[in-house]
């Protein structure tokens, strides 16, 4: 079983920066991927961007220049770094773990961008 906890959400005006932060409950040595995906009201949940056990990362194209995903193996813990963000980007975020054929997701955390 993995545990997942976002954190680092938040209201921030167009143009400015946040960085979200998954914590994990075991080791992410373990996890195949992570991923970020968002969930905007009314719209299907998407992804945002992903990171393999071996840092190969992919991005949607709408965030491609602005979001960064990192993980710290160290610390059991997954980022998004977002900047220039645009009220487009208001949506729920949701941290993603696939580990031995199973998907694993977080509550979530808001992010609203709004002047």
């Known amino acids: 079983q993995v545990q997942l906890v976002e954190s680092g959400g938040g209201l921030v005006q167009p143009g400015g920066s946040l960085r979200l932060s998954c914590a994990v409950s075991?080791?992410?040595?373990?996890?195949?991927?992570m991923g970020w995906y968002r969930q905007a009201p009314g719209k299907q949940r998407e992804l945002v961007a992903r990171?393999?056990?071996?840092?190969?990362?992919t991005y949607a194209d709408s965030v491609k220049g602005r979001f960064t995903i990192s993980r710290d193996n160290a610390k059991n813990t997954m980022y998004l770094q977002m900047n220039s963000l645009k009220p487009e980007d208001t949506a729920g975020y949701y941290c993603?773990?696939?580990?031995?054929?199973?998907?694993?997701w977080g509550k979530g955390t808001l992010v609203t961008v709004s002047a």
């Open positions: 990171i393999t056990s071996i840092g190969i990362t």
């Open positions: 993603n773990a696939e580990n031995r054929g199973a998907n694993y």
């Open positions: 075991v080791s992410v040595f373990t996890i195949a991927a």
